[in-house]
C-alpha cells in the first residue's frame, strides 16, 4: 500500500523485558488511525536482551519495529533514549507519535517534543481524526472535553494513560520488518540511571481491584484521610485518591485515579469527600455502582453516582466502620 502521510508512531516501553500493557494498548489503537491515514505503524522499542517482545508489538498491529538492543539501553536513560527517538524521528517523519502517561513517558515525551519543536499533548482520553485526517487529542477541560489539534508541526504527540483504550486482541500469526538500530558511541551522560528500586504496592492493586474506595480534599486533615484508608481496607478495597490528597501528602500520586492518574473498573466505586471533577471521574467509567458521600447536598458527584450519601465523612466513616466491623464479627460467628 502506497502511504499518503507519515507513519503513526507508537513509543513502546518495557521493564525487565515485559512489554507494557499501555503500549499494546496504543499500538491497537494506533493501528485503528493508521488505517484511517492509509498508512502504516511503526513502533520504537529499546531495551536490552529483547527478542520475543517485538512479535508482541506486531501482534498488537504494528507493522515494523525499531529495535535498539544494547546493554546501555537496559533502564531508561532520558538523554540517550531521547536522542534515538529524535534522530530517528527526523529520518522516519512520522505523522503522528504516541507515548504511555508512564512515569517514563511523562518525561520523554516533552523532551522528544521540545527537540522536534512540536506540540505535545498530555493525558488525552480519547485520539480520533477529524474531517482533515488532523488528531483530535481530546483531554477533559472546563467541565467537558477539549480537543487539541497540532495541524502545522509534525509529528502530533500525545501521551495517553493505560486503559484509556482496550487491549488488542493478539493475533500471533502477523509478522513484521524489525530494524536494528545504531546506538550512539557518543551518548550523553549527565543523567544515568544505574538501578531501578520497586516499591512493593501496599494492599489491593487498583487496576485489578473489584472495589475501590476514592478519597478526597473533603477528608480535611491526615486523621481524616487514615479512617477513608481504614474504611478501604474494612472493605478489603483497593484505595485512591484525587490530586488534593496527593497535594497534600496523604496519599502517592501511584494512588491518584483519573486523567493524569489511573483507569480503574471496579465493581463498586465509592468516592468519599470528593466533587467528582471530569479529571477525576474520567478515571472510573467503567465502574458498575457509584456511591459517593460528601457533606454537600448540591455537590456535582451526586448526579454521577448511583447512590448518593449527604454527610460530613469524618463523621460518616468511623459510624460506617464500627457498622462493617459487627456485621463481620457476626458472620463470624453465625
Ligand atoms: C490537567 C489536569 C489534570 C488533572 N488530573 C487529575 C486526575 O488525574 N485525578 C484527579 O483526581 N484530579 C485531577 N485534576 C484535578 C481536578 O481537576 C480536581 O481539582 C480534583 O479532582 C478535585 O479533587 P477533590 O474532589 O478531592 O477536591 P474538591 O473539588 O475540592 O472537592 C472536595 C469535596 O469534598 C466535599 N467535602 C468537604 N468537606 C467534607 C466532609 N467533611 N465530608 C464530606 N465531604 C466533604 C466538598 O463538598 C467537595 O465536594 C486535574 C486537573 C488538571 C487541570
Known sequence: MENTCGPVWVIAEQIGGRVLAVSLQLIGHARELADELGTSVEAVLLGDQLDEQTQQLFA???DRVYLGDAPELAFYQPEIYTEIVVKLAKERQPEIMLIGSTTTGRELAPLVAARLKTGLTAHCIDLVLDENKILEQRVPAYGGLLAIVCPERRPQMATVARGVFPTPELDENRTGEIVPLDIPEEIPGRIQTLEIIREEPEGVPLESAPIVVAGGAGAGDLEGWRKIADLAKALNAALG?????????WAGLETMIGQ???????????????????QHM?????AQVMVAINSDPHSPVFEQVDYGIVDDCREFVPVLLDKIKEYQEKQVTC
Open 60 to 62: 498488537a498491529g504494528a
Open 282 to 286: 474520567v478515571g472510573i467509567a467503567d
Open 260 to 278: 493524569s492518574g489511573r483507569m480503574v473498573s471496579p465493581e463498586l466505586y465509592v468516592g468519599v469527600g470528593l466533587s467528582g471533577e471530569l
Open 241 to 249: 485518591c484525587t490530586r488534593p490528597a496527593v497535594d497534600e501528602g
